[in-house]
């Protein structure tokens, strides 16, 4: 593996161990400020989602298979979740005016970064990489 990849899969890394960190944050956020039932249970599925997404990171700086298919899978569900959840946050008023400007600020960092997270993940030499990873079995003991 060169230095440039091996440089490029520390960073991915990274950047999905922050995006994990903001999703958990805000879904504890989430369901210590809001107002009803239907935030709180956003928030529950928001700190899961980052929980899987600090997985995703961990395994990244672990090259493990199957971290390529988890990691896009986890991104794409934190931006449709994230954003949806932001409407109907909205929409309900599950929480007061001052943490849902926190809460849209969150969003927002957490989906550009879910976003790069991709693009970087769908560059050929990275899919290859990880992807070949992937179908690399554990020796079985």
């Not at 210590?32 to 935030?39: E, M, T």
């Not at 700086?61 to 199957?66: E, P, T």
């Not at 979740?81 to 943490?99: N, R």
């Not at 991709?118 to 992807?131: N, T």
């Amino acid at each position: 593996m060169s230095a440039n990849l091996s440089t490029r899969v520390l960073l991915l890394a990274i950047l999905e161990l922050i995006v994990g960190g903001v999703v958990v944050l805000g879904g504890a956020a989430l369901i210590s400020f809001s107002v009803d039932a239907s935030g709180k249970g956003l928030g529950i599925v928001h700190a899961i989602l980052g929980l899987v997404g600090l997985s995703a990171g961990v395994l990244l700086l672990a090259k493990k298979g199957m971290v390529w298919t988890l990691t896009v899978w986890t991104n794409v569900l934190i931006i449709v979740f994230s954003t949806a959840s932001e409407v109907a946050l909205f929409g309900a008023g599950s929480l007061p005016s001052d943490q849902f400007v926190d809460s849209i600020t969150g969003t927002s960092v957490a989906v550009v970064i879910a976003a790069v997270v991709i693009v970087l993940l769908m560059k050929s030499d990275m899919k290859l990489f990880l992807r070949k990873r992937q179908g690399q079995a554990s020796p079985s003991p």
